[in-house]
């Protein structure tokens, strides 16, 4: 089993759609989780952490259950700009190293 | 712009060939990393320092090397270039505290192709 799992996608969604993500992640002592975006051919960039009684900033949302062991993103009323891959990513013990998903990719369309 | 600056952006090489990946980052930051990225297999980790004069191996050491020059500088070593190596790599800086990353700065990435 990986250590954190995504559905790939593609998300095909219209403007002004909700959107939710999910992520898995196998080791129970991890302790840090994120959110990371990645547009074609950029590097990934830090969108939010996930805290255990979730977090929102803006029109995203992002919600942690440690005892299913998975992450989610909420997307509300969707842009053409979220068009984008996102990165679940969880710091599996102390320490500063991250472990990364496979990214799961959205594509909104007018 | 503070932030990790990436050279080269993209290099072709031919096999048996080597070559020197350059990183550095400007923010203080304690910890560096570089990752591989290919489709459908994510970010998978190469070698990390995290201070300066320490560096581990991560998930896919295996013909790399690397040297923490200082505590800005981070490099990436092909000694004999292989197509398996053929990826973007991206360095990245993190700073922590009390064990906690807050998120790691990616510098621009290295397109290899090798041929």
């Known amino acids: 089993r990986k250590e954190v799992e995504q559905d790939p996608g593609p998300f095909n969604v219209p403007e002004g759609a909700t959107v939710a993500f999910n992520c898995t992640y196998s080791n129970s002592a991890s302790q840090s989780f994120f959110w990371y975006r990645q547009d074609c051919r950029k590097e990934p960039k830090l969108l939010m952490s996930v805290y255990s009684s979730g977090n929102e900033d803006g029109r995203f949302t992002a919600q942690l259950n440690r005892a299913s062991q998975y992450i989610s993103l909420l997307i509300r009323d969707s842009k053409l700009s979220d068009s984008a891959t996102y990165l679940c990513?969880?710091?599996?013990?102390?320490?500063?190293?991250?472990?990364f998903g496979t990214g799961t990719r959205l594509a909104v369309r007018p | 712009n503070a932030g990790v600056t990436q050279t080269p952006k993209f290099q072709v090489l031919k096999t048996g060939q080597s070559m020197t990946l350059q990183c550095a980052q400007d923010?203080?930051?304690?910890?560096m990393y570089w990752y591989r990225q290919d489709p459908g297999m994510g970010l998978r980790l190469i070698y990390y320092s995290a201070s300066e004069g320490t560096t581990d191996k991560g998930e896919v050491p295996n013909g790399y090397n690397v040297s923490r020059l200082n505590k800005r500088e981070f490099s990436l070593r092909l000694e004999s270039a292989a197509p398996s190596q053929t990826s973007v790599y991206f360095c990245?800086?993190?700073?922590?505290?009390?064990?906690?990353?807050?998120?790691?700065?990616f510098g621009s990435g290295t397109r290899l192709t090798v041929v």
């Open positions: 923010m203080n930051h304690n910890s």
């Open positions: 990245a800086s993190s700073e922590s505290w009390a064990g906690v990353p807050y998120g790691y700065t």
């Open positions: 990513v969880v710091q599996q013990s102390s320490g500063d190293k991250l472990t």
